[in-house]
């Protein structure tokens, strides 16, 4: 069985996928594939990620990019980044 992870950009506005990453699940990195995504894409956009993309040097790198961006985090790293006790 060959088991892979897919990294996608999406126009959600058209309901189109842009442009597609299929990686060996052995071998995979989301976050470069991400970026990679992200570079393809010419004018300002907003990506919107779930929690395991999150991490400053991702965030930094598509600041550089001039788009925005969503990121899901766990609740644990949220009240950490933002200095809030946890209950």
Do not use: Y
Request: include cysteine.
């Amino acid at each position: 069985m060959c088991r892979i992870s897919i990294v996608a950009s999406c126009d959600i506005d058209n309901h189109l996928f842009l442009d597609v990453c299929v990686q060996k699940l052995a071998k995979k990195n989301e976050r470069s594939g991400a970026i990679e995504r992200m570079a393809a894409v010419e004018t300002p956009a907003i990506f919107v990620m779930d929690c395991g993309f999150h991490g400053f040097s991702l965030e930094s790198k598509i600041m550089n990019l001039d788009h925005f961006f969503l990121i899901r985090m766990k609740e644990g790293d949220s009240h950490s980044l933002l200095q809030i006790p946890e209950e």
